[in-house]
């Protein structure tokens, strides 16, 4: 198992910035992908940004070039930071982990809202 908490989020006017954290605890081995996911109100949820065991990292469209996402070594800290915050960066913010063993397995934090204020 693994076991995710996020922290950071918070109101912010536009333009402004947040830095998400996401701790990981318990069994880190076989992770392929850690990244972050948003939902916002009545839409689904989508993937914001990814990085995978290798370190190659995807960024939504809508985001890059203001968001980036990162990791310390150990694999146990991940962070988002966000920059130039629009209304539309407005959701719950998702931490997540995919681990592959034998198959694939997503795990998820329970979630930071982040609202951008125009």
């Known amino acids: 198992q693994v076991q995710l908490v996020e922290s950071g989020g918070g109101l912010v006017q536009t333009g402004g910035s947040l830095r998400l954290s996401c701790e990981v605890s318990?069994?880190?081995?076989?992770?392929?992908?850690m990244g972050w996911y948003r939902q916002a109100p009545g839409k689904q949820r989508e993937l914001v940004a990814r990085l995978s065991n290798t370190g190659s990292a995807y960024y939504a469209e809508s985001v890059a070039g203001r968001f980036t996402i990162s990791r310390n070594n150990t694999g146990k800290m991940m962070w988002l930071q966000m920059n130039s915050l629009k209304p539309d960066d407005t959701a719950v913010y998702y931490c997540n982990v995919r681990r592959s063993i034998f198959k694939p397995v997503d795990y998820w934090g329970q979630g930071t809202q982040v609202t951008v204020s125009s």
């Open positions: 318990g069994s880190i081995s076989s992770i392929t992908y």
